[in-house]
Nanobody, 127 residues
Framework: QVQLVESGGGSVQAGDSLRLSCALSGRNLRIYAVGWFRQTPGEERDHVVSVRWSSGTTYYAESVEGRFTATRDIANNIVYLQMNSLKPEDTAVYYC????????????????????WGQGTQVTVSS
C-alpha cells in the first residue's frame, strides 16, 4: 500500500510558476512509476507527466512539454512538478499517482496504469 500526499497548489497569475510536491509513504515502498494528472469539473483526468522511479525517465503530455518539469527525490520519496509559464488552461486539480507494477514494459500514461492516488491539490491560474 502506498500513500501519497500532494502540496503546493494555489492561485497565481498567467506566466507565474508553481511547484507541486508529492510525498510517498508506505511499508516496503517499491515504486515503478509516478505520475501527475489533472482534472477539471466534468472532465476526465488528463495525463501530465509520468516518471520512471528508478531512472527518472519522463514522458510529458504535449500540452505541458517545455513548461513543466518532473523530478524525484529518491532518498526522501518525494516527486516534484515544477510548473512554469502557467496558463489559465492549466487550472485544474492536480493529482499525484504511483504504480508498483514492475511487469510493465513502458511507462503508464493513463489513470488505469496507476494504482495509488493522492487527494489532489487545486491550481488556479488567472489571466
Amino acid at each position: 500500500q502506498v500513500q501519497l500526499v500532494e502540496s503546493g497548489g494555489g492561485s497565481v497569475q498567467a506566466g507565474d510558476s508553481l511547484r507541486l510536491s508529492c510525498a510517498l509513504s508506505g511499508r516496503n515502498l517499491r515504486i515503478y512509476a509516478v505520475g501527475w494528472f489533472r482534472q477539471t469539473p466534468g472532465e476526465e483526468r488528463d495525463h501530465v507527466v509520468s516518471v520512471r522511479w528508478s531512472s527518472g525517465t519522463t514522458y510529458y503530455a504535449e500540452s505541458v512539454e517545455g513548461r513543466f518539469t518532473a523530478t524525484r527525490d529518491i532518498a526522501n520519496n518525494i516527486v516534484y512538478l515544477q510548473m512554469n509559464s502557467l496558463k489559465p488552461e492549466d487550472t485544474a486539480v492536480y493529482y499525484c499517482s504511483a504504480s508498483d507494477n514492475f511487469q510493465r514494459l513502458s511507462l503508464p500514461s493513463t489513470p488505469q496504469g496507476f494504482h495509488y492516488w493522492g487527494q489532489g491539490t487545486q491550481v488556479t491560474v488567472s489571466s
